[in-house]
C-alpha cells in the first residue's frame, strides 16, 4: 500500500522556470491538499481540492495552480519559480464528505531551493 | 473560524523525564482532533487522534493526549520521553462541518541525554 507519493523528492530551480510537483494517493481518498513548511511559520495551505474537478485556495495560492481530472492525483505546477517559493512542500489526502474523522494521511515532501 | 495554537515552540526535556505539549484550538463548531509527529527530514505522522468518547487518546510510542472541551484544549503527554522522540509535534484539528484541517505552527521537542 503506497499511500501518499510525491515526485520528485529534491529539485533546484532558477528563478523564472517552472515545474510540476507530482501528487498520487491510491487510498480512493477526495480530499487532496498541498502544503508548504517554512521554519516558524508551520503548515501553510496552499491549495485543496475536495473531488476530481473541484478544487480552492487555501491560505497561500499565489504563484501556484492545482488541477484535479483524477481521484488518485493532485499536482501542484509553479509559474514561475521566485526565491520566495523555497520551501519543503506535502502533498496530503483524507476521505472527504461525511467522513471528517478521518485523519489526513502525507507523502513525504519535496524540498525545493529557488536561486 | 477555527485556530490552532501550540503554546510552546520549543520544549527541551532530559531523558527519561515526563513531557507535556500544550495546544489550545478555537471553533465555533463541533471537531475532530489530532496530534502528527515529524522526525527530521521526514513527512508528518499520525501520532493519535481524538474522535469522540473517551476524553484520553493513547496513540503510537507511548503518546497519550487528554481532550478537554470546557478549556479547548488537547494536551500531548509522555511520561518517560527516549532520545528517540527528539521530532517536531503538530496539532491539528478538523471541523465536523467541513474538509479542512487547521494545524498548530508546531512544538519542537528535544531530549537531552
Known amino acids: 500500500n503506497a499511500g501518499v507519493t510525491q515526485t520528485p523528492k529534491f529539485q533546484v530551480l532558477k528563478t523564472g522556470q517552472s515545474m510540476t510537483l507530482q501528487c498520487a494517493q491510491d487510498m480512493n481518498h477526495e480530499y487532496m491538499s498541498w502544503y508548504r513548511q517554512d521554519p516558524g511559520m508551520g503548515l501553510r495551505l496552499i491549495h485543496y481540492s475536495v473531488g476530481a474537478g473541484i478544487t480552492d485556495q487555501g491560505e497561500v495560492p499565489n504563484g501556484y495552480n492545482v488541477s484535479r481530472s483524477t481521484t488518485e492525483d493532485f499536482p501542484l505546477r509553479l509559474l514561475s519559480a521566485a526565491p520566495s517559493q523555497t520551501s519543503v512542500y506535502f502533498c496530503?489526502?483524507?476521505?472527504?464528505?461525511?467522513?471528517?474523522?478521518?485523519?489526513?494521511?502525507f507523502g513525504n515532501g519535496t524540498r525545493l531551493t529557488v536561486t | 473560524a477555527q485556530s490552532v495554537t501550540q503554546l510552546d515552540s520549543q520544549v527541551p526535556v532530559f531523558e527519561e523525564a515526563p513531557v507535556e505539549l500544550r495546544c489550545n484550538y478555537s471553533s465555533s463548531v463541533s471537531v475532530y482532533l489530532f496530534w502528527y509527529v515529524q522526525y527530521p527530514n521526514q513527512g508528518l505522522q499520525l501520532l493519535l487522534k481524538?474522535?469522540?468518547?473517551?476524553?484520553l487518546v493513547k496513540g503510537i510510542n507511548g503518546f497519550e493526549a487528554e481532550f478537554n472541551k470546557s478549556q479547548t484544549s488537547f494536551h500531548l503527554r509522555k511520561p518517560s520521553v527516549h532520545i528517540s522522540d527528539t521530532a517536531e509535534y503538530f496539532c491539528a484539528v478538523r471541523p465536523n462541518t467541513g474538509n479542512q484541517f487547521y494545524f498548530g505552527t508546531g512544538t519542537s521537542l528535544t531530549v537531552i541525554p
Open positions: 481524538y474522535l469522540s468518547g473517551s476524553t
Open positions: 496530503a489526502s483524507s476521505l472527504g464528505a461525511g467522513t471528517y474523522n478521518s485523519p489526513l494521511h
